[in-house]
């Protein structure tokens, strides 16, 4: 009970100064932490669509970052041709990211463990070279999007604050999916696949099916990541999708907690923190923190939300 206490008070702790982290900012007058801030939150909720299938159904995706892409580029290539309406550009978005997920997933659920990984690599490289090759959208170096997506007054996306919370709201409405699917037959019946896919067969689980689904909502979750970011950086280019973003991901939902519900989110806030604060001591910040990372994941077992559980314990 007192470990589920600490845990619990960590996490409220946490989404309390998401929360309220704009008050701050004004009170401060710091813009940079509230720009910080929303790029954190949007990565953290790509990370945490990660986490469905990474620690609920045990995928190890290593192309996650495809759909990040395939978000901002749909939101960028619909403003280049004229669409500015966000009620048209994040549907879009979230549709192909879905699409993207529904081929990727129907391919490379036919193979397992190393050859899965290498599979999702693949098809998220094919999507960069893709994008690389758009001369009409900027090939190489990256898609401008000059003017932020619109949704007829309802919010305006080039007001900091409310862009924060509209990113706010879309990883708390993303965690609240993820816990009701987690905790659904259908989440149970994925991680009990998880666990032994053998046996849940032999009882009558068509396994491929429930994973194919459970890889299809991730990447459409991810592609919604991808549209704020698009939107967040005014810009998109091949390198969002590279694989190294897919590791960062991966790193994040390891660090914070694989197969926990809040992990991926506080792994993301330290990561990225630490990357933040470690580049402006240094220019080798990344000699840092690999080392840093590599302890924690060593000897951490369970991440940050793990190391929480036993230290109430303790």
Request: one cysteine or more; a positive charge.
């Given at each position: 009970?007192?470990?589920?206490?600490?845990?619990?008070?960590?996490?409220?702790?946490?989404?309390?100064?998401?929360?309220?982290?704009?008050?701050?900012?004004?009170?401060?007058?710091?813009?940079?932490?509230?720009?910080?801030?929303?790029?954190?939150?949007?990565?953290?909720?790509?990370?945490?669509?990660?986490?469905?299938?990474?620690?609920?159904?045990?995928?190890?995706?290593?192309?996650?970052?495809a759909y990040l892409g395939i978000g901002g580029y749909a939101v960028?290539?619909?403003?280049?041709?004229?669409?500015?309406?966000?009620?048209?550009?994040?549907?879009?978005?979230?549709?192909?990211?879905?699409?993207?997920?529904?081929?990727?997933?129907?391919?490379?659920?036919?193979?397992?463990?190393?050859?899965?990984?290498?599979?999702?690599?693949?098809?998220?490289?094919?999507?960069?070279?893709?994008?690389?090759?758009?001369?009409?959208?900027?090939?190489?170096?990256?898609?401008?999007?000059?003017?932020?997506?619109?949704?007829?007054?309802?919010?305006?996306?080039?007001?900091?604050?409310?862009?924060?919370?509209?990113?706010?709201?879309?990883?708390?409405?993303?965690?609240?999916?993820?816990?009701?699917?987690?905790?659904?037959?259908?989440?149970?019946?994925?991680?009990?696949?998880?666990?032994?896919?053998?046996?849940?067969?032999?009882?009558?689980?068509?396994?491929?099916?429930?994973?194919?689904?459970?890889?299809?909502?991730?990447?459409?979750?991810?592609?919604?990541?991808?549209?704020?970011?698009a939107n967040n950086t005014d810009f998109v280019s091949p390198a969002?999708?590279?694989?190294?973003?897919?590791?960062?991901?991966?790193?994040?939902?390891?660090?914070?907690?694989?197969?926990?519900?809040?992990?991926?989110?506080?792994?993301?806030?330290?990561?990225?923190?630490?990357?933040?604060?470690?580049?402006?001591?240094?220019?080798?910040?990344?000699?840092?923190?690999?080392?840093?990372?590599?302890?924690?994941?060593?000897?951490?077992?369970?991440?940050?939300?793990?190391?929480?559980?036993?230290?109430?314990?303790?």
């Open positions: 009970m007192k470990s589920l206490s600490v845990s619990k008070a960590v996490t409220a702790l946490m989404l309390a100064g998401l929360v309220l982290l704009p008050l701050y900012s004004q009170l401060t007058g710091n813009v940079f932490i509230l720009t910080l801030f929303t790029r954190i939150v949007i990565l953290a909720l790509a990370a945490a669509s990660l986490n469905l299938i990474m620690g609920f159904a045990g995928l190890m995706s290593f192309g996650h970052a960028g290539m619909l403003a280049q041709e004229g669409v500015g309406s966000g009620f048209i550009q994040f549907p879009v978005a979230v549709a192909a990211s879905a699409i993207y997920a529904l081929v990727i997933g129907a391919l490379s659920l036919r193979t397992r463990g190393v050859y899965f990984i290498m599979i999702t690599l693949a098809f998220a490289q094919m999507a960069y070279y893709v994008a690389s090759g758009l001369a009409r959208y900027g090939g190489d170096d990256g898609l401008t999007i000059y003017k932020r997506s619109d949704f007829s007054g309802l919010i305006d996306l080039g007001n900091r604050t409310q862009f924060y919370y509209l990113c706010l709201a879309c990883l708390f409405g993303v965690m609240l999916l993820i816990w009701r699917i987690v905790n659904s037959r259908f989440g149970l019946v994925v991680q009990g696949l998880r666990s032994n896919e053998q046996r849940m067969q032999a009882i009558g689980f068509p396994a491929k099916r429930y994973q194919l689904v459970c890889f299809v909502i991730s990447g459409t979750m991810c592609g919604l990541a991808g549209a704020l970011l969002v999708m590279y694989w190294t973003r897919s590791g960062d991901l991966m790193v994040m939902v390891i660090l914070g907690g694989m197969g926990t519900l809040f992990g991926p989110v506080m792994g993301a806030v330290v990561f990225l923190l630490l990357e933040e604060l470690l580049s402006q001591i240094t220019e080798y910040w990344a000699l840092i923190l690999g080392p840093l990372l590599l302890l924690i994941v060593l000897f951490g077992r369970g991440g940050i939300m793990g190391a929480l559980g036993r230290a109430g314990r303790g």
